[in-house]
T-cell receptor, first 112, second 112 residues
């Protein structure tokens, strides 16, 4: 079993829809949670990061962490065709080391 | 502020050869991590350097090595290349607050 599970998709939605992307994890020592967006043939771009449990909002993006359920989510409001990309969740422990453990990524397609 | 830069962007090598990839982190960042991304395995941690010292290593064979220079620039080397080493190699730069990592565009390596 992988430490971080993420549905690979693809997830297809119409423009303007609310998108929900999720990851589950098994290691309760994870404290930092991140979402990256990766366009084809590009490096991952940091979208959101949160420490421990709670919500964080940035524009159209909201990240949620539920440590009791070992479940994290990224919501995208008013989705745009330019949001079409692969979304990767990543997490790490609070050890001072930077090693990230990634989910497999969910491919999102937003149609006009 | 300039982002993480990686050179070269593309490489084609043959089995048995060796390759050296370079990464320049964001100015002021002292932590550099390397990841391998393949369609089958996703993003996997290779190693992390901080202040010229390797402080964490992933589960890769000894053919994969790296180093970091006093200006925080890092190189990774893969010796005796195998077909399975074909991948996107990503470098990530970490800030002093240890909270986030920013990725470069990657070096795409093809081993024939």
């Amino acid at each position: 079993q992988k430490e971080v599970e993420q549905d690979p998709g693809p997830l297809s939605v119409p423009e303007g829809a609310i998108v929900s992307l999720n990851c589950t994890y098994s290691n309760s020592a994870f404290q930092y949670f991140m979402w990256y967006r990766q366009y084809s043939r590009k490096g991952p771009e940091l979208l959101m990061y949160t420490y421990s449990s709670g919500n964080k909002e940035d524009g159209r993006f909201t990240a949620q962490v539920d440590k009791s359920s070992k479940y994290i989510s990224l919501f995208i409001r008013d989705s745009q065709p330019s949001d079409s990309a692969t979304y990767l969740c990543a997490m790490r422990m609070n050890t001072g080391f930077q090693k990230l453990v990634f989910g497999t990524g969910t491919r999102l397609l937003v149609s006009p | 502020k300039a982002g993480v830069t990686q050179t070269p962007r593309y490489l084609i090598k043959t089995r048995g050869q060796q390759v050296t990839l370079s990464c320049s982190p964001i100015s002021g960042h002292r932590s550099v991590s390397w990841y391998q991304q393949t369609p089958g395995q996703g993003l996997q941690f290779l190693f992390e350097y901080f202040s010229e010292t390797q402080r964490n290593k992933g589960n890769f064979p000894g053919r994969f090595s790296g180093r970091q220079f006093s200006n925080s620039r890092s190189e990774m080397n893969v010796s005796t290349l195998e077909l399975g080493d074909s991948a996107l190699y990503l470098c990530a730069s970490g800030g002093t607050n240890q909270e986030t990592q920013y990725f470069g565009p990657g070096t795409r390596l093809l081993v024939l």
